[in-house]
C-alpha cells in the first residue's frame, strides 16, 4: 500500500465515521442522562429521509438539514414522552421509533417522489459541497504534511468538521459546566438531584433535545453529504454501530471519537478492498462487510473489557416516598 | 427562651394518600437550637410528614412556620431556600461523583464549574474545621464508608446555609463507633445554634441525644414530651399503644450437643474477593448463636453458603453428617431437606416473591414436599388451608392468604417467611435481621417465636446488625469483622462499648483510646476498599 492509498482510506475513514460519531455523541447525551436510546437508528434515518426531501424539493442544503433536525428532535420527543414523561419501557419505545421511521420514510418517499421509496438524486446546491482550507493548494507540494492536509484535513464538508468540533465541545460542556454535572448526576443518581431541588425531567428532555439535534446532523449528512439522496434503509445499523462505540468508548466524548473513527476504518477497509487475496486464499467481500457489524456484536456482547453504563439508565424516574 | 420563635412550627398537618390518612392533624413546635426526636414504628407518618416539610408532598391542610414566617414549600428547591436541610435514609448521592462535586450539584454559583468547586473546596475546609467533620473532598463518594457518606450529607445540607437539619434514622448504618461521631457531631452543631429534627424508632438514640422528642402512631402525634422528663418504656407505650416487653424474657439456655459444625469455612465472591476467611464455629441444639458486625463483613455470605445459595470451602458438619458445599446436594431445598431453615436477610428479595400471594409464599423451598402434590400437580387446597393456619398461628395481619405478599406490612412479611421456615420444624434455624424494618409490636413477637423454638431444643444462627437484638436474644456472641470471626463473649459478661470494637476489627487490649484506634482502623478499611 503506498502512501496515497493509505490518505485515501483514511480520508473515506473520516467520512464513514463522521455520522457515527454524531450519533454517537446523541446517544452519550441521553444515555447520559439516564434515557437509554435505541432509537439512534430511527432518528438519522427520517433525517436523512427529510433532509435529501427537503434538499430535493427547494434545491437548498440548508432548508435539508434544518427540516432533518426537526424531524429527528420530534422523534426524540415522542421517545421522551414514552420514556420520561410516561415512564414506559425504554428499549420498547426506541424499536418502536426505529420501526416507525423505517416505514415512515419509505411511504412518504413514495408518496412525493414516486421513484420506489428514495428521494431524486442530489444536484449541486442540494448537496454539501467540500470545504477547500485555507492554503491547502498551496501547501499541497510539501512532503508528506502537504498532501496530509489537502487530502486529509482539508476537502469535506462542514458537517464533517462541526462533527469533529463537536467532541471537544461535549467533553467541555459534561465535565466542565453545571448543565455537564447535573447531567451527570442525573443518569447516575437521579433522586440526588431531585432532592438537590433540580428537575429531573427538565434535565432528561434537554439530553433528548440535544440527542435529537445531533442525530439530525448525522442523518442529514448521510443523505446529503455522504451520498446524494435518500434511499429505502440507509443507515443501514449505523445506529446500533454508534451504540456500541458508545459502549466501546465508556460513554466517553474522546473515547468515543477513536470507536467512530475504529469503525469508520472498517468500513473503509471494506470498501476499498472487496476481495483481499492472501496467496490462494480469498477473504470474501462479505466477510469484510460485515466486519463491522461483526465488532459490534463482539462489543455488545461485553468482550471488550467492563463499561460501566450510567447507573440510572432505562429507569424511569419515579419519586421515593 | 420563651419570646424566640420557633425554628420550625407546623399547625394542623393533615395528607391523605387515597384512603390511608398517613397524617392526621399534626402539630409540632421545635425551638431553635434544640435535637427534637421524632419517634414511631414503620408507617406511623414520621416519612410523610418529613416529606412535607421538605416538599416531597405538599400538605392537604394545616401551615408551616419558619422562623415565625409562614412559609408555602412546594418543592425541595423552597425548603432549601427556606434553610431546611435533609439527610435521608438511604442517601441521595452520585457515587461516582467526588464529595465536592455531590456538595454544589444544585447549589452551583454560575453555567461554569471552576468557580463553584473552588468556593466549596473553602467552606468545605471551613465547615470540616468548625463541626469536626472531616472529609475529603477529592475522594469519590463510593470509595468513602458508610459513615463518611454520611458526613457528606451534612455538609451537603450546611454548604446550603442549612439551619434546621432533618435526620432519618440516620444511625441504621452506622457502627456504633461511627454512631457515636455523629452524635458528637450533632451535639456541635447544636451548640453552633442549628435546629436539628432526628427522626428514629431507636428509643436509647432519642435518650442519649434529644431536647425534646414527639411519638406518632397510626399518623397522629400523640404525645411531646421533655427526654428529661421520660422515659424509655413510657416512649415505647406511646409508640405501640400498649404495654410493651422491651426486654426478651427468656430462661438460660440449656445447649445440647452440637448440630451444625462449621470448620475453616471459606468464600470467594464473584469478583474475586475472599468473604470468607476461614470461619469455624458450633452449634449446639437449644442455644441462640448471634453474629454481630458491621454490614458486609461476611455475615451475608456466611448465611447464604450455609443456606445453599453460594459455594463455599471447607468443612460443615450436620449432625455429624458432612454438607456439601458445591456442586449437587448444595442448594437451598437440598439444605431445607437436611434440615436447615432459612429467613434471608432480605425478605422483600429473597425471602418472598413480593407480587406472589401469601399462601403460595409459604410454600417455596418446600413445594417439592410429597404431603402437598397431587398426582402431576400441587394441592392448592391444602396449601391455602395450612397457609391460613400458620398465619393466624403468627398473628399475620391481615389474614388472608390470598393477599399479595407486597400489600402487607414488613413486620407481616416477616412473620410469613417466620411462619414458612419454623412451622417446618427445621434442627436449625438461619435468622438474618429478623426486625429489620419491622415496628416494635411486631420485634415483640417475633423475638419470642425465636426464644420459643430455642426452647424447643432447636440451633439458631442469628446474625443482627442491631446489636440490641443481638444482646436481647443471645446466648452467645461472636463477632465478624473482614470474614473472620474475631471473637466471642458472653453477652452477660460483655457490653456495647467491647463488641464495638470487635466489630472494628480491634482485639484486645487497644490502647490509650480505643476510639481513636477504632476510627484508624475504619480508615484503614476505607482505604483498602478505596483501592480496589
New interface residues.
Given amino acids: 500500500m503506498d502512501f496515497a492509498t493509505l490518505l485515501q482510506v483514511l480520508d473515506s475513514t473520516v467520512r464513514l465515521a463522521t455520522p457515527l460519531l454524531l450519533a454517537c455523541l446523541a446517544g452519550l447525551f441521553s444515555e447520559r442522562s439516564g434515557v437509554i436510546d435505541i432509537g439512534l437508528e430511527g432518528k438519522m434515518l427520517i433525517a436523512a429521509f427529510f433532509s435529501a426531501a427537503i434538499a430535493a424539493l427547494t434545491g437548498s442544503v440548508w432548508l435539508g438539514l434544518l427540516s432533518g433536525i426537526v424531524s429527528a428532535m420530534l422523534l426524540s420527543g415522542l421517545h421522551g414522552l414514552a420514556s420520561i414523561t410516561f415512564r414506559g419501557n425504554q428499549l420498547i419505545s426506541g424499536v418502536a421509533l426505529n420501526f416507525l421511521a423505517a416505514g415512515l420514510t419509505v411511504l412518504i418517499a413514495q408518496d412525493w417522489f414516486s421513484q420506489g421509496g428514495r428521494t431524486p438524486s442530489l444536484l449541486e446546491g442540494g448537496r454539501w459541497a467540500a470545504l477547500t482550507l485555507p492554503l491547502a493548494e498551496t501547501l499541497r507540494p510539501v512532503p508528506i504534511l502537504g498532501p496530509i492536509y489537502y487530502e486529509l484535513i482539508s476537502g469535506h464538508s462542514i458537517l464533517v468538521y462541526v462533527a469533529f468540533l463537536c467532541v471537544p465541545a461535549t467533553w467541555w460542556i459534561l465535565?466542565?459546566?453545571?448543565?455537564?454535572?447535573?447531567l451527570?448526576?442525573v443518569g447516575?443518581?437521579p433522586?440526588?438531584?431531585?432532592?438537590?431541588?433540580?428537575s429531573v425531567v427538565a434535565l432528561r428532555y434537554a439530553a433528548i433535545a440535544i440527542c435529537g439535534l445531533l442525530c439530525g446532523l448525522a442523518g442529514s449528512y448521510l443523505a446529503t453529504g455522504l451520498q446524494a439522496g435518500f434511499v429505502k434503509d440507509m443507515t443501514a445499523g449505523r445506529g446500533y454501530i454508534a451504540l456500541a462505540a458508545l459502549i466501546f468508548a465508556k460513554w466517553r466524548p474522546w473515547y468515543a471519537l477513536w470507536a467512530c473513527l475504529l469503525f469508520g476504518l472498517l468500513q473503509a477497509v471494506a470498501l476499498r478492498y472487496q476481495n483481499i487475496d492472501l496467496g490462494g486464499f480469498t477473504i470474501p467481500v462479505q466477510f469484510m462487510d460485515a466486519l463491522p457489524y461483526i465488532l459490534t456484536v463482539v462489543i455488545l456482547a461485553g468482550f471488550v473489557g467492563r463499561a460501566i453504563p450510567p447507573?440510572a439508565g432505562g429507569q424511569p424516574y419515579v419519586?421515593?416516598? | 427562651m420563651t419570646d424566640t420563635a420557633p425554628a420550625i412550627e407546623l399547625k394542623g398537618i393533615s395528607k391523605a394518600f387515597g384512603p390511608v390518612q398517613a397524617n392526621k392533624d399534626i402539630s409540632i413546635r421545635v425551638m431553635p437550637g434544640t435535637i427534637h426526636g421524632i419517634i414511631g414504628e414503620n408507617g406511623a407518618g414520621k416519612?410523610?410528614l418529613m416529606?412535607i416539610l421538605?416538599g416531597?408532598y405538599k400538605a392537604d391542610r394545616g401551615e408551616i412556620y419558619v422562623k415565625g414566617q409562614r412559609t408555602e414549600i412546594p418543592?425541595?428547591?423552597a425548603?432549601?431556600a427556606a434553610g431546611i436541610g435533609?439527610v435521608?435514609q438511604?442517601f441521595?448521592?452520585?457515587?461516582?461523583?467526588t464529595v465536592l462535586?455531590?456538595v454544589?450539584?444544585?447549589?452551583?454559583d454560575?453555567?461554569?464549574?471552576?468557580p463553584?468547586l473552588a468556593k466549596a473546596r473553602g467552606v468545605l475546609k471551613q465547615l470540616s474545621e468548625e463541626y469536626g467533620l472531616s472529609v475529603d473532598p477529592d475522594t469519590p463518594v463510593e470509595a468513602l464508608s458508610v459513615g463518611h457518606q454520611q458526613r457528606v450529607e451534612i455538609l451537603?445540607a450546611l454548604y446550603r446555609q442549612a439551619d434546621i437539619l432533618i435526620l432519618d434514622e440516620p444511625t441504621g448504618v452506622l457502627t456504633p463507633a461511627e454512631a457515636d461521631h455523629l452524635f458528637r457531631i450533632l451535639d456541635n452543631l447544636r451548640a453552633e445554634g442549628k435546629t436539628i429534627i432526628l427522626i428514629t424508632h431507636k428509643l436509647r438514640e432519642i435518650m442519649d441525644i434529644t431536647d425534646t422528642v414527639s411519638v406518632m402512631r397510626r399518623g397522629e402525634m400523640t404525645a411531646t414530651v421533655k427526654t428529661a422528663e421520660t422515659s424509655p418504656q413510657e416512649l415505647a407505650e406511646l409508640m405501640v399503644g400498649r404495654k410493651v416487653l422491651l426486654r426478651v424474657d427468656k430462661e438460660p439456655a440449656k445447649p445440647k450437643d452440637a448440630v451444625l459444625s462449621v470448620r475453616n469455612l471459606r468464600h470467594v465472591d464473584g469478583d474475586g474477593v475472599e468473604r470468607l476467611r476461614g470461619i469455624s464455629f458450633d452449634l449446639r441444639a437449644g442455644e441462640i448463636l448471634g453474629l454481630a458486625g458491621v454490614a458486609g463483613n461476611g455475615q451475608s455470605e456466611l448465611l447464604e453458603v450455609l443456606g445453599g445459595y453460594r459455594d463455599g470451602e471447607g468443612e460443615v458438619l450436620l449432625n455429624g453428617a458432612p454438607l456439601p458445599l458445591s456442586g449437587p446436594g448444595s442448594d437451598g431445598q437440598a439444605r431445607r431437606t437436611a434440615g436447615i431453615g432459612h429467613v434471608p436477610e432480605d425478605r422483600q428479595r429473597e425471602g418472598l416473591i413480593m407480587p406472589y400471594t401469601a399462601w403460595e409464599n409459604t410454600v417455596f423451598g418446600y413445594h417439592h414436599d410429597p404431603a402437598i402434590q397431587r398426582g402431576a400437580f400441587m394441592n392448592n387446597a391444602a396449601i391455602k388451608t395450612e397457609a391460613a393456619a400458620k398465619m393466624e398461628r403468627f398473628d399475620v395481619r391481615p389474614p388472608d392468604p390470598n393477599l399479595a405478599a407486597k400489600n402487607f406490612s414488613g413486620g407481616n412479611q416477616q412473620k410469613i417467611v417466620l411462619a414458612r421456615e419454623i412451622e417446618r420444624n427445621p434442627d436449625v434455624l438461619l435468622i438474618g435481621q429478623p426486625t429489620r424494618g419491622v415496628d416494635i409490636g411486631a420485634i415483640e413477637f417475633i423475638h419470642q417465636e425465636i426464644v420459643r423454638l430455642r426452647d424447643l431444643g432447636k440451633a439458631i444462627l442469628l446474625v443482627s446488625v442491631e446489636l440490641d437484638e443481638i444482646f436481647a436474644l443471645s446466648d452467645r456472641i461472636a463477632v465478624m469483622f473482614d470474614g473472620r470471626i474475631m471473637g466471642e463473649r458472653d453477652p452477660n459478661e460483655t457490653d456495647q462499648r467491647e463488641l464495638g470494637l470487635l466489630m472494628a476489627g480491634v482485639t484486645g487490649d487497644a490502647g490509650e483510646d480505643p476510639i481513636k484506634t477504632v476510627d484508624q482502623s475504619l480508615d484503614e478499611k476505607e482505604h483498602r476498599a478505596a483501592g480496589r
Avoid at chain 1, 465535565?175 to 447535573?182: A, I, N, P, V
Avoid at chain 1, 433522586?191 to 433540580?198: L, R, S
Avoid at chain 2, 454544589?104 to 452551583?108: D, Q, R, S, T
Avoid at chain 2, 454560575?110 to 471552576?114: C, D, N, R, S
Fill in positions: 465535565f466542565r459546566t453545571r448543565f455537564g454535572l447535573r451527570r448526576a447516575e443518581a433522586e440526588a438531584v431531585d432532592t438537590a431541588g433540580v447507573r419519586k421515593e416516598r | 416519612s410523610t416529606s421538605y416531597f418543592d425541595s428547591q425548603a432549601i435533609m435521608f438511604h441521595k448521592l452520585v457515587q461516582n461523583f462535586e455531590n454544589i450539584l444544585g447549589a452551583e454560575g453555567g461554569l464549574l471552576k463553584s451537603k
